[in-house]
């Protein structure tokens, strides 16, 4: 089903709307956390978010959304999160990956394809809004939901493909930026103390050993998927909605948890899609 023509011009009203307001955060950012959709960003930012709550006594139902604590207190960093395409065209002219290279302090933050495609299915099919969906260019949800989930995962524009493309252009586009800390979702969950660690300090050097063991406790999983269920976060991120388990923001956070939906054939297709050195590395 096709959008009428006043969606489709609301459409790109909202992007162009989105992309300028987007280029301004760029330029004013102190740091930058990069990454694919549903690679644990928001996690990542609740984490950081709490740093700031011990420091400053910020309410902790509140997020860092890009200079609200900066605007609280000048010590606090401008934290820019994005999952915009490096190769995607800024209001500029020139490409997002030209313009976040201005930043100083880059994170990129990757995660295993195949669990960013299912976690995205998910996302698109239970919790996503009419907006977010028309921004993806799909325009009937009843439409995605009747698609095999292999054939989402497969799809170049929705799938493995799309995760693929997107991270491989910031790994191409930073790989000579000279302020830039890679870190994985795999890395965060295996030791979640000592991978944040690197990350908070690295955006702000001035984070403590105890400010970091708190911020990791305050982001447990058990406690995330709780303060979500509660209602507890002003963020409209981490508003519980989905009529299913599979519908939270805080969903499974297991790696390698795309398996347990697929069997067979379809495990093999979707597994030829990730490099075996990346195969190797993170399942």
């Not at 400053?56 to 200079?67: C, K, M, S």
């Not at 830039?180 to 991978?195: F, G, I, M, P």
């Amino acid at each position: 089903m096709r959008a009428d023509v006043w969606s489709r011009f609301a459409i790109r009203h909202d992007q162009r709307r989105r992309a300028k307001k987007l280029l301004r955060r760029v330029r004013l950012a102190d740091a930058a956390v990069v990454s694919v959709g549903k690679s644990g960003r928001t996690w990542l930012r609740a984490m950081l978010s709490h740093i700031y709550h011990q420091r400053h006594g910020l309410p902790a139902q509140e997020l860092i959304d890009f200079d609200n604590f900066h605007a609280r207190h000048a010590a606090v960093p401008r934290i820019l999160f994005t999952g915009v395409e490096a190769g995607g065209r800024a209001p500029s002219g020139r490409t997002w990956a030209q313009e976040v290279a201005t930043v100083k302090r880059i994170v990129l933050l990757s995660r295993d394809p195949r669990d960013v495609a299912v976690s995205f299915y998910f996302q698109m099919t239970e919790r996503a809004t009419e907006r977010e969906l028309q921004r993806k260019g799909v325009y009937s949800r009843a439409a995605l939901q009747e698609m095999k989930m292999i054939d989402f995962l497969l799809d170049p524009r929705l799938g493995v493909p799309r995760v693929n493309r997107m991270l491989g252009g910031w790994r191409d586009a930073v790989a000579d930026h000279p302020g830039v800390l890679s870190v994985s979702y795999e890395e965060l969950r295996a030791d979640t103390e000592a991978a944040f660690g690197r990350v908070a300090r690295f955006i702000d050097p001035a984070t403590s050993a105890s400010e970091i063991a708190a911020a990791v406790a305050f982001g447990s999983f058990d406690m995330m998927q709780a303060r979500e269920r509660d209602g507890f976060f002003n963020s409209e991120r981490l508003r519980a909605s989905g009529e299913t388990p599979d519908g939270r923001k805080v969903r499974r956070g297991k790696i390698g948890g795309y398996r347990d939906y697929l069997s067979g054939e379809d495990l093999l297709r979707l597994d030829r899609l990730v490099e075996p050195a990346q195969d190797g590395a993170r399942t």
